[in-house]
C-alpha cells in the first residue's frame, strides 16, 4: 500500500513537472547597444508565412530596496502565424537596471519575460529599454516577425538602512569601562531618524549619547577575552541588527578573579551572651574594582536548628563576621558566607563553625579549590581539635571517603587531625562538582557529644573536550577551536597546553569555554591535545587528525533509492549516505583502490550526521529515537529515547545533521550535546535548513521555503546568539558552506558571503542544461554547479538527447563580479554516469534529487542519487575541459555600458526546441 501511495504520489508529480520542463527556457539579457536592423514587419511577416509577434506592454516601472529584487515585471510576447522551424530570441537592453541573466517561460503560445531590478545597483533612478528580438538564426542577422520590438523601462532603486559594525578594545582592570561607536551609514529613503537597542549583551553594553548618525557605547569592565553582543538599529520601517564586538587583554601583571583571605572560621563562646567577631579580607577582580557592589549572603546548616546568630557588615578591606549564641542552646552550629561581584561569574565561600558552651569545638570546613597551578601542598590540611572549657579529652576519628586520608585515628583536645588527598583519586572525580568527604570525631567521654566536619574538593582542572574541526589537511596553516571548561581558571594558557608535534603560532582565550588555536602548516598524523596541570592529574584529551590530500580516480558506485545526505570523512576515507525510503544507512571504505560498502538500517531514518570529534554519527528518524553510531564499525553505541525528528524532514543538498564545536548537533531548533547525552531545545537557533562551516563555528541557516516569515540567520558557537536577517528573497531549502565560511551557497541559485551578502548567481549559461545542485570548493573561491541536459528528461520525443550527459560547472565565486551579478565560468566537464534516473518513468524531483558534497583538500566531489554514488575528481576540469566559449555553447554576457566600446551581442536561445509537426 504504502508503494502504490508513493508511486502515485511520484507520477501526479511527474505529469506537471514534465509539462514545467516543456516551457521552460531561458533568455540573456544584456548591456550593450542598442535596436540593430531586420527589416519591415511587413516583409518579416511575409517571408515567415504571416508571422509577427506583440507585446502586452512596452512600458514597465520596477522599485525595489538597495540589494533586493522583490519587485517583478512581466511581458508576454504573443506570436501570430505559423512558427517558422527555426526561432530564436534575444534582448539588449541599452543602460544598466535589469537583472540579469532572465530566465524566461518559452511556450509555442506566448513567451512571458520577468524583469527583476539589479539588486547591485546603487540607489538611484535609471530608464532605458529593452530590444526584444525574434530572428531566424542563432546570430540575430535576421529579425523577423516585427521585431526588434522596444520595452521602455523605469527602475528606481531605494536607499536602505546601513550600519556599521563596532569593535571595543580595552585592558581588563584599565578602568571601569570601555566606549566605542555605532555609525549609521545610510538612512533609508524618506527616513530622517533612527533609534537603537540593545538586544543581547546588555548585562555589560549600553547605550551612550547619540549624536547625528553616530551612537555612542559604553562597555563595563570585564575579565580578558573576546565578548559579543547585538544592537538593532531602525529607521522607517527597516530594521538592521550589528554586532558589537568587546576585546579585552590583561593587565600588565596578570588578572586576578574574586579572593578571600580565608575559607573558613571558627567562633566559640562559652558564654552564650558573648559576641565574637572576625575580619576577612576580600580581593576584588582585576576587571571590576568597585567594593559597594561587593554582595554576600548568608546559608545557614539546616540540619542543626539555629539561625539568626551570624552577622556580616562590609568593611574597607572585606568583610567583618560576627557571631552571638544569646538565642542558642548549648552546642555546634555552622553556615556558609556566599560572596559576590556582579564583574565575574565565580564566588567564594567561608565556612563558619559556632560552638556554644562547653562542648567539642566544631571545625569549619575545608573547602580546596583545585586549579591547573595547585600543587602537592594543596591536596594536605588539618584541623585543631579543641574543647571549648575543661581538661583535656580523648577522642577518636574516622573518614568516611575513601579518598580522604587522615594522618592519625586519635589523640587529645588540643592536638592537630591532619589529612591528605590521595592524587591518585582525583582523575575519577568529576569535574567542576563539589566531592564532600566527612570527618567524625568521638570523644571517649560519652558525655561529650560527637562533631562532624567537611572536607570539600572541587576539582575545576581545565579540560578540552573538542577540536573543530576534528580534521586538518596536512601542508596548509589552520585555526583550531579547542573546547572545553574552566579556561578562565588558568590565567596564562600556553604553558599548560600540551600539544606534541603541533607548535602554535598563538593561543587565545575566548571565554572559560574556548580557546582560538592557530597552527603553522603540519605533517600527516594523529596529535593528541590536552591541557596540563602540577597535579598531573589526566584530563580529557582531544584527537586531532592530520592527513595528506587524496587524488580518488573517477568511481560509480551503484546504490538505490532516495538519498539523504552525503558526508565525507578524510580520517576513515569514507562516504556517508542514506535511502530514505528503506532506512539504510550507508558507509563506503576507500579500501585497496575499491570503495568497499557497509550497511546498517535504522527505522524511520530521515537524517544523520558525523558528530564534532568526527568518531559518532548521529541519526534521526520519523519513528524511532536519536541514535549515536560508530564511524568505524557502524555499530550502534547510544540511544536516546523519547524524541523523534519528524519535524525536521530530511538532510538537503548533502549537509546533513551539522555539528558545531561547542560539542552539539543540530536539528531544526533542537540540539544534540554530546558530552551530556542529552537533546534540548535551544533559545537562540532558529530555522530548518542548516548548514555549518568546516571548523564548527558559524552555523548558517533559513526558515526554508515553507518558513512564514522567511528568514537566514547566522550563529556563531562562540557566544550562541542568532543574528536574524530580515526576510529576503533568498531563502530556499537547500544551504552549502565553504569550509573557511567565507561562502555560503543557497540552493543551486547563488552564493552569499559570511554575513549573507550577494556574490552572485549561478546562473545557467546553457540553455539545453537545467541546475541541480552546487557546493563550494573549501576556499569559496569556486563553486561546483551539478547540471542536467533538459531533455534527457524527455528521451522518448527527443532520441538525439539519449547521449547527453551531467554537467559540472566551474564558476568564480572568489569575488562580485565587476560587471552584472552572474558567476562567470571557468570551466565545464561531462561526467560520464548520471547519479539519478532521469526517465518518464523517474524524474530529478524531490525525492530523487541529487546531493553534492566536497572533500576538505578540494580534489574530490562526491554526489549521491537515486540511481549511483558518484566520486568525481576535480582534477577533470583541467583533464576535461569543456570551456564553454570553447564548445560554442552560449554563456549569459555582462557587458558595461559605460565603460566604452561596443557590447558583443550576445547569442540568440531557441524560442522552440524541436521544428514543430
Known amino acids: 500500500m504504502l508503494v502504490t501511495v508513493r508511486d502515485g504520489w511520484a507520477r501526479s508529480r511527474l505529469l506537471r513537472w514534465v509539462l514545467g520542463v516543456m516551457l521552460l527556457g531561458s533568455l540573456l539579457s544584456c548591456g550593450g547597444g542598442g535596436g540593430g536592423g531586420g527589416g519591415s514587419s511587413d516583409a518579416s511577416a511575409s517571408s515567415t508565412g504571416g508571422f509577427t509577434v506583440s507585446l502586452d506592454k512596452n512600458e514597465i516601472s520596477l522599485t525595489s530596496n538597495e540589494g533586493e529584487s522583490s519587485d517583478l515585471a512581466v511581458v508576454t510576447a504573443t506570436p501570430q502565424g505559423q512558427l517558422p522551424n527555426s526561432l530564436y530570441v534575444l534582448a539588449i537592453a541599452n543602460s544598466p537596471g535589469l537583472q540579469s541573466p532572465i530566465l524566461a517561460t518559452l511556450t509555442n503560445k506566448d513567451a512571458k519575460f520577468p524583469f527583476r531590478p539589479d539588486s547591485t545597483l546603487p540607489p538611484?533612478?535609471?530608464?532605458?529599454?529593452?530590444?526584444?528580438?525574434?530572428?531566424?538564426?542563432?546570430?540575430?542577422?535576421?529579425?523577423?516577425?516585427?521585431?526588434?520590438?522596444?520595452?521602455?523601462?523605469?527602475?528606481?532603486?531605494?536607499?536602505?538602512?546601513k550600519v556599521g559594525g563596532v569593535q571595543i578594545n580595552a585592558v581588563s582592570g584599565q578602568s571601569q569601562s570601555a566606549s566605542g561607536q555605532l555609525t549609521v551609514l545610510q538612512l533609508p529613503s524618506g527616513a530622517t531618524d533612527y533609534s537603537t537597542k540593545v538586544l543581547y549583551g546588555g548585562e555589560w553594553l549600553s547605550l551612550g549619547e547619540k549624536n547625528g548618525l553616530t551612537q555612542a557605547l559604553n562597555a563595563k569592565s570585564l575579565r580578558s577575552g573576546t565578548y559579543s553582543a547585538s544592537v538593532e538599529v531602525t529607521s522607517g520601517t527597516q530594521t538592521r541588527t550589528v554586532g558589537v564586538y568587546y576585546v579585552v587583554t590583561p593587565p600588565p601583571g596578570g588578572e586576578f578573579d574574586l579572593r578571600v583571605s580565608t575559607s573558613s572560621m571558627t567562633f566559640v563562646v562559652a558564654d552564650p551572651a558573648a559576641t565574637v567577631s572576625q575580619s576577612v579580607e576580600v580581593g576584588l577582580p582585576t576587571w571590576g574594582n568597585t567594593r559597594e557592589d561587593l554582595h554576600y549572603s548568608i546559608d545557614y546548616d539546616q540540619s542543626v536548628?539555629?539561625?539568626g546568630w551570624l552577622k556580616v557588615r562590609p568593611t574597607d578591606t572585606g568583610l567583618l563576621l560576627s557571631a552571638s549564641g544569646v538565642s542558642l542552646s548549648r552546642g555546634s552550629y555552622s553556615a556558609w558566607v556566599k560572596v559576590t561581584h556582579p564583574?565575574?561569574?565565580?564566588?567564594?565561600?567561608?565556612?563558619?563553625?559556632?560552638?556554644?558552651?562547653?562542648?567539642?569545638?566544631?571545625?569549619?570546613?575545608?573547602?580546596?579549590?583545585?586549579?591547573?597551578?595547585?600543587?602537592?601542598?594543596?591536596?594536605?590540611?588539618?584541623?585543631?581539635?579543641?574543647?571549648?572549657?575543661?581538661?583535656?579529652?580523648?577522642?577518636?576519628?574516622?573518614?568516611?571517603?575513601?579518598?580522604?586520608?587522615?594522618?592519625?585515628?586519635?589523640g587529645l583536645t588540643g592536638e592537630k587531625l591532619g589529612y591528605t588527598i590521595d592524587q591518585s583519586a582525583l582523575g575519577a572525580m568529576p569535574s567542576f562538582s563539589d566531592i564532600k568527604g566527612v570527618i567524625t570525631l568521638t570523644p571517649v567521654n560519652q558525655a561529650i557529644a560527637p562533631v562532624s566536619f567537611n572536607v570539600i574538593v572541587r576539582k575545576a582542572l581545565a579540560e578540552l573536550r573538542y577540536a573543530g574541526p576534528y580534521a586538518l589537511t596536512s601542508g596548509r596553516a589552520a585555526t583550531i577551536h579547542l573546547r572545553g571548561q574552566g579556561f578562565n581558571g588558568v590565567p596564562d594558557i600556553i604553558p599548560y597546553l600540551n600539544t606534541p608535534g603541533?607548535?602554535?603560532?598563538?593561543?587565545?582565550?575566548?571565554?572559560?569555554?574556548q580557546i582560538k588555536l592557530e597552527v603553522p602548516a603540519l605533517q600527516a598524523g594523529t596529535?593528541?591535545?590536552?591541557?596540563?596541570?602540577?597535579?598531573?592529574?589526566?584530563?580529557?584529551?582531544?584527537?586531532?587528525?592530520?592527513?595528506?590530500?587524496?587524488d580518488y580516480g573517477y568511481a560509480a558506485i551503484p546504490r538505490e533509492g532516495a538519498p539523504i545526505a552525503?558526508?565525507?570523512?578524510?580520517?576513515?576515507?569514507?562516504?556517508?549516505?542514506?535511502?530514505?525510503?528503506?532506512?539504510?544507512?550507508?558507509?563506503?571504505?576507500?579500501?585497496?583502490?575499491?570503495?568497499?560498502?557497509?550497511?546498517t538500517s535504522v527505522l524511520g531514518l530521515n537524517n544523520f550526521g558525523i558528530g564534532p570529534d568526527g568518531d559518532t554519527l548521529l541519526t534521526g528518524s520519523y519513528m524511532s529515537s536519536f541514535r549515536l553510531w560508530s564511524t568505524d564499525t557502524l555499530e550502534n553505541t547510544f540511544e536516546l529515547g523519547g524524541w523523534t525528528s519528524n519535524y525536521n524532514g530530511y538532510g538537503k543538498l548533502g549537509n546533513g545533521i551539522p555539528a558545531t564545536n561547542d560539542g552539539r548537533s543540530w536539528v531544526g531548533r533542537y540540539y544534540f550535546d554530546h558530552w551530556n547525552k542529552t537533546f534540548a531545545l535551544s533559545t537562540s537557533s532558529v530555522g530548518s535548513v542548516l548548514s555549518v562551516d568546516g571548523s564548527g563555528e558559524r552555523l548558517w541557516g533559513s526558515s526554508g521555503y515553507y518558513g512564514n516569515p522567511q528568514f537566514a540567520f547566522y550563529m556563531d558557537a562562540t557566544d550562541g546568539v542568532a543574528h536574524v536577517n530580515p526576510p529576503m528573497d533568498y531563502v530556499s531549502d537547500a544551504m552549502s558552506v565553504?569550509?573557511?565560511?567565507?561562502?555560503?551557497?543557497?540552493?543551486?541559485s547563488e552564493v552569499r558571503d559570511s554575513g549573507f551578502k550577494l556574490i552572485g548567481f549561478l546562473a545557467r549559461q546553457e540553455a539545453n542544461y537545467q541546475l541541480m545542485s552546487a557546493t563550494p570548493s573549501p576556499d569559496g573561491k569556486r563553486t561546483y554547479v551539478l547540471a542536467f541536459p533538459v531533455f534527457d528528461y524527455m528521451r522518448t520525443h527527443n532520441p538525439a538527447y539519449d547521449t547527453a550527459l551531467p554537467r559540472i560547472y566551474v564558476m568564480d565565486s572568489s569575488v562580485r563580479p565587476s560587471v552584472g551579478n552572474s558567476l562567470p565560468i571557468v570551466a565545464s566537464f561531462d561526467i560520464k554516469d548520471y547519479p539519478t534516473p532521469c526517465t518518464l518513468e523517474y524524474r530529478c524531483a524531490e525525492s530523487y534529487e541529487s546531493k553534492m558534497t566536497i572533500s576538505p583538500d578540494g580534489r574530490t566531489?562526491?554526489?549521491?542519487?537515486?540511481?549511483?554514488?558518484?566520486?568525481?575528481?576535480?582534477?577533470?576540469?583541467?583533464?576535461?575541459?569543456?570551456?564553454?566559449?570553447a564548445a560554442g555553447r552560449a554563456q549569459a554576457m555582462s557587458v558595461s555600458t559605460t565603460g566604452g566600446g561596443v557590447a558583443p551581442k550576445p547569442v540568440a536561445q531557441p524560442w522552440v526546441r524541436y521544428a514543430p509537426k
Open 861 to 885: 566531489l562526491f554526489i549521491a542519487g537515486g540511481k549511483k554514488l558518484i566520486v568525481v575528481p576535480v582534477s577533470m576540469a583541467q583533464a576535461m575541459p569543456n570551456s564553454v566559449a
Open 738 to 748: 565553504s569550509a573557511n565560511g567565507e561562502r555560503v551557497v543557497v540552493g543551486a
Open 502 to 513: 603541533v607548535v602554535a603560532s598563538s593561543a587565545t582565550r575566548l571565554n572559560d569555554g
Open 527 to 550: 596529535y593528541i591535545l590536552t591541557l596540563g596541570n602540577n597535579l598531573d592529574v589526566p584530563t580529557h584529551a582531544v584527537k586531532l587528525s592530520v592527513v595528506d590530500p587524496v
Open 305 to 307: 536548628y539555629g539561625e
Open 343 to 410: 564583574s565575574t561569574d565565580t564566588w567564594q565561600w567561608i565556612r563558619v563553625a559556632f560552638t556554644v558552651g562547653q562542648n567539642l569545638i566544631l571545625p569549619a570546613d575545608h573547602s580546596i579549590k583545585l586549579l591547573n597551578s595547585s600543587s602537592q601542598a594543596d591536596l594536605q590540611g588539618s584541623f585543631n581539635i579543641a574543647l571549648s572549657a575543661g581538661p583535656a579529652e580523648a577522642w577518636t576519628a574516622t573518614s568516611a571517603a575513601p579518598w580522604l586520608k587522615l594522618t592519625r585515628t586519635s
Open 124 to 161: 538611484g533612478v535609471y530608464k532605458g529599454t529593452v530590444m526584444l528580438y525574434a530572428c531566424a538564426d542563432a546570430k540575430c542577422t535576421q529579425p523577423i516577425g516585427g521585431t526588434p520590438l522596444p520595452v521602455a523601462f523605469t527602475v528606481t532603486i531605494l536607499k536602505v538602512l
Open 566 to 599: 552525503v558526508l565525507y570523512d578524510p580520517v576513515r576515507k569514507a562516504i556517508f549516505t542514506g535511502n530514505l525510503y528503506t532506512g539504510e544507512l550507508f558507509k563506503y571504505t576507500f579500501e585497496s583502490g575499491r570503495w568497499v560498502e557497509k550497511m
